[in-house]
């Protein structure tokens, strides 16, 4: 933090909430982890994912909120924004509470924001400068909002560290996350089909993006389980030879943040900072090449020793790029200027009101 500057005391989150599926909410979650003797954090959710009653509950609730709530010294409020309903949605309360002379700042998800940023740029615009500081996980997103005048600054997203994962045994693949194309389900079905490895399961896990529908019947070997708790997912992942995601759009795919922290590595595509994510921590096949997907779906199922490896690197790039607590400093760092360019004294208790 600045030295002598204001400090953040209380971080409000606003936007997904971390109860449902999806990379936001493990975000907002992460987040929530964050809490201190000198840190409060909570949140105030204004979508809930697949359920439209409630988010339209919570979104009255947190309107409410913005418009009322008393701003404390060392108050930061920080949203979280993807694409298209978001920015009007989040970006309206952005605004309302930009007017209350709230300490506001943003993270960008969504693996679509530079298609969107460049389809709608007054609206983007519009909305983003109303924020002291926005986040970006993405190079291609941050250079999107500098060709619109937007300062942003790059950042990583985070995942808790548990102890050293204890050796286990490993079989079976995972996919985590929105079961469609934009994610690659397809492209993995087909694989999997082809690469017909014995004495292997595929685990698909997650929602079905709206408008998909899984093959009937799924290929041998695969178990559609639908959307599971966070928990289970590591879970799962603990004992899987590896992650599979072979996303045609991302950003910066939380399951693999996750999958790596417990030592499991990646099948990933070169889509947003996936290569620069994984890095010695697992490979990198083509985007919709089924068959160089089925090869390193083999090439796993068939080596422990190479599983071993990759896991091992993996963990140890999670421990040195993307723990909590290297993360959470460059965060503070970063709200810090925020009360600063704000005007706020950054003084007082934090309070979890």
């Not at 983003?128 to 937007?150: C, E, I, K, Q």
């Not at 160089?292 to 091992?312: P, Y």
């Amino acid at each position: 933090m600045t030295a002598g500057g204001p400090r953040p005391r209380r971080i409000t989150q606003i936007g997904n909430a971390s109860h449902g599926p999806g990379g936001v909410a493990s975000v907002v979650r992460v987040v929530n982890t964050w809490a201190d003797a000198d840190l409060s954090v909570r949140e105030w959710p204004s979508y809930w994912h697949g359920d439209r009653r409630r988010s339209l509950l919570v979104l009255a609730r947190t309107t409410a909120r913005v418009l009322t709530a008393r701003i404390r010294p060392g108050d930061v409020w920080h949203f979280h924004v993807t694409q298209r309903g978001s920015f009007l949605r989040e970006g309206l309360l952005l605004l309302l509470a930009r007017r209350r002379g709230a300490c506001c700042t943003v993270a960008v998800h969504g693996s679509d924001f530079v298609g969107f940023t460049r389809a709608h740029p007054g609206l983007v615009t519009r909305v983003l400068r109303s924020a002291s500081m926005v986040f970006v996980l993405t190079d291609a997103a941050r250079d999107a909002l500098g060709d619109l005048g937007l300062p942003a600054t790059r950042v990583v997203n985070s995942v808790p560290l548990d102890d050293a994962p204890a050796a286990v045994h490993r079989s079976g693949f995972v996919f985590a996350g929105e079961v469609g194309r934009r994610k690659g389900a397809d492209t993995l079905l087909r694989a999997w089909g082809t690469a017909a490895v014995a004495d292997c399961e595929l685990v698909v896990l997650g929602p079905t993006e709206p408008g998909y529908r899984l093959p009937d019947p799924l290929p041998p070997g695969v178990r559609f389980l639908g959307p599971v708790d966070p928990a289970e997912v590591l879970d799962r992942l603990r004992t899987a030879r590896a992650l599979v995601l072979p996303s045609r759009a991302e950003a910066m795919p939380m399951s693999m943040l996750e999958s790596m922290s417990v030592g499991t590595p990646v099948i990933g595509t070169d889509v947003g900072q996936v290569r620069e994510l994984v890095g010695a921590g697992g490979v990198i096949v083509p985007v919709d090449d089924a068959d160089v997907l089925a090869a390193e779906i083999r090439r796993f199922a068939g080596s422990a020793q190479l599983v071993d490896d990759l896991g091992n690197a993996a963990r140890a790039l999670i421990e040195e790029r993307h723990s909590s607590a290297a993360v959470k400093s460059v965060f503070l760092e970063e709200w810090s200027r925020c009360l600063e360019a704000t005007g706020s004294p950054g003084a007082g208790p934090a309070k979890n009101s």
